[in-house]
């Protein structure tokens, strides 16, 4: 069962390779993926258990998700950062020897939710102004 105590071991896992901390707004996005688009598909499986179909099944099951803020839209802009996530995990489950390797799956492509034919330059949000260096 990938659970959020995994996460934090992979996040744990990656201070101690890579020798530095993830930004909290960072390790709570992590966390969020796992909890709102990792945990309930893949239910009690193993991350031992965790193989190519097991990734393909997922990925096809993410993509199809609607997006939230805009329904019509043809992607939903949460299928990448999770299987992304989904890919760390595994990552650290090879390095510890939990894995043999790898699932072969490729990260569904990232593409604009909101930027369709419908799109107006007004609905985008606005940049902050820039604060003048005095």
Request: charged share 30%; aromatic share 2%.
């Amino acid at each position: 069962m990938v659970k959020a105590t995994t996460a934090q071991r992979t996040t744990a896992g990656r201070r101690e390779a890579w020798g530095r901390l993830r930004k909290p707004a960072t390790v709570m996005m992590y966390r969020g993926r796992v909890t709102n688009y990792l945990r309930e598909p893949l239910g009690d499986t193993l991350v031992r258990e965790i193989d190519t179909a097991v990734v393909r099944d997922l990925t096809r099951d993410l993509v199809a998700i609607p997006s939230r803020l805009w329904p019509g839209a043809a992607h939903n802009g949460i299928a990448g950062d999770a299987i992304d996530v989904l890919k760390m995990i595994l990552r650290a489950a090879v390095r510890d020897g939990v894995l043999a390797t790898m699932p072969d799956v490729a990260t569904p492509q990232r593409k604009s939710v909101r930027h369709d034919q419908d799109h107006a330059p007004e609905d985008d949000v606005a940049a902050p102004p820039r604060c003048s260096g005095s």
